[in-house]
Nanobody
């Protein structure tokens, strides 16, 4: 079974930083493409950062580009999201998700999701 757990959220002041972790188990991380999403109250879920299916490039939504950095440690089966220069509008529940990406397979939909971790940016 696939299992994903996010952690690292909390309360931070505007301009501060947090690093979120996405711990994966039950599969080989390199065979999956991982993405980070967030959802604020009353808003639709937003895809903010993700690895390509090949695993050799990263992508960012305009809303976080230049401030957030996605990375991974295959040995630890963990994906990270370093968040710098945080703004109040970054307040949301952040989710990590996975989709299978191997042998040329690159589906659109993410199939495995974590429970989410709350990030609150406030003074």
């Amino acid at each position: 079974q696939l299992h994903i757990v996010e952690s690292g959220g909390g309360l931070v002041q505007p301009g501060g930083s947090l690093r979120l972790s996405c711990a994966a188990s039950g599969f080989t991380l390199s065979n999956y493409a991982i993405g980070w999403f967030r959802q604020a109250p009353g808003k639709e879920r937003e895809k903010i950062s993700w690895f390509s299916c090949s695993g050799d490039s990263t992508n960012y939504a305009d809303s976080v580009k230049g401030r957030f950095t996605i990375s991974k440690d295959n040995a630890k089966k963990t994906v990270y999201l370093q968040m710098n220069s945080l703004k109040p509008e970054d307040t949301a529940v952040y989710y990590c998700a996975a989709k299978r990406a191997i042998a040329g397979l690159c589906p659109t939909a993410y199939t495995d999701w974590g429970q989410g971790t709350q990030v609150t940016v406030s003074s």
